[in-house]
């Protein structure tokens, strides 16, 4: 847990900093989120997936507890359109970056290549759920993983 803890921070600091360096006049968002768990399609995965995560100016930084039950961190940068003609769906999203704490690696380090689409569904103002769908990949994984969020932008 301290680990979860410290890594949320890192990226905290990180991301807030670069909030600050962006031009004076011009809003930058800042968006804290709270992995909650997953539902895989088959096989014995740890649907409980505790962690934090930050986006601020599309760059995403989090960490969490994966279905492998191992500690991941996680960076990348994320891609949002948003769907007005929607009634549900605020913004279609696609975060791209690397993950740590899964087998397939990139070639000479300990990170795994991140694709990520995602889904907005507001539940207030600022708060919405945030639905990610890891499809599966025979090459990959073994199994789509729907997983749950919880996120406030500020």
Not at 49 to 66: C, F, Q
Not at 125 to 146: D, G, H, I, M, W
């Amino acid at each position: 847990m301290k680990k979860l803890i410290f890594g949320g921070l890192i990226a905290l600091s990180a991301l807030t900093a670069n909030a600050q360096d962006k031009t004076e006049g011009v809003k930058e968002s800042l968006t804290l989120g709270i992995h909650l768990g997953s539902i895989h399609d088959r096989g014995d995965y740890n649907n409980v997936n505790p962690g934090l995560y930050v986006r601020s100016g599309g760059w995403t930084g989090g960490i969490y507890r994966n279905s492998l039950r191992k500690t991941s961190i996680y960076g990348g940068y994320t891609f949002d359109y948003e769907t007005p003609s929607l009634p549900l769906v605020k913004t279609v999203s696609l975060t791209v970056g690397v993950v740590s704490g899964y087998p397939n690696k990139i070639k000479g380090t300990k990170l795994s290549l991140m694709l990520a689409p995602s889904v907005k569904i507001p539940l207030t103002q600022e708060t919405s759920l945030r639905l990610t769908v890891l499809p599966r990949f025979k090459a990959y994984n073994e199994a789509t993983a729907y997983h749950f969020s919880i996120e406030k932008s500020f």
